[in-house]
């Protein structure tokens, strides 16, 4: 069992730069692949970025991809996702998920565990 919990979230304008940081339960964290996703109001939750157990190979969505971050920290079990250059249709709630024995996936339905979520708002 893994417990995640976002933070960093808030309002920015465009152009602006926030990081988020996802804390991790449990000592097995190395063993969970890790991914970002968003949902915006009426829209599915999407894939954002994603990142492999060990040798931290990233992936990121078409629409992040330059802007944002993802990396981890095992000896901390923290995530984080640095975004720079937002845009107002970065607006959204970021999860966090957490994929056992994973090797980073684009798809929600790999994942086993999510966290509560972390309001951004990007203004323009």
């Known amino acids: 069992q893994v417990q995640l919990v976002e933070s960093g979230g808030g309002l920015v304008q465009a152009g602006g730069s926030l990081r988020l940081s996802c804390a991790a339960s449990?000592?097995?964290?190395?063993?969970?692949?890790m991914g970002w996703f968003r949902q915006a109001p009426g829209k599915e939750r999407e894939f954002v970025a994603t990142?492999?157990?060990?040798?931290?190979?990233?992936d990121y969505a078409d629409s992040v991809k330059g802007r944002f971050t993802m990396s981890r920290d095992n000896a901390k079990n923290t995530v984080y996702l640095q975004m720079n250059s937002l845009k107002p249709e970065d607006t959204a709630v970021y999860y966090c998920?957490?994929?056992?024995w994973g090797v980073g996936s684009q798809d929600k339905k790999e994942y086993d565990y999510w966290g509560q979520g972390t309001q951004v708002t990007v203004s323009s």
């Open positions: 990142i492999s157990r060990v040798s931290g190979t990233t």
């Open positions: 998920a957490a994929d056992r």
């Open positions: 449990g000592r097995t964290f190395s063993n969970y692949a």
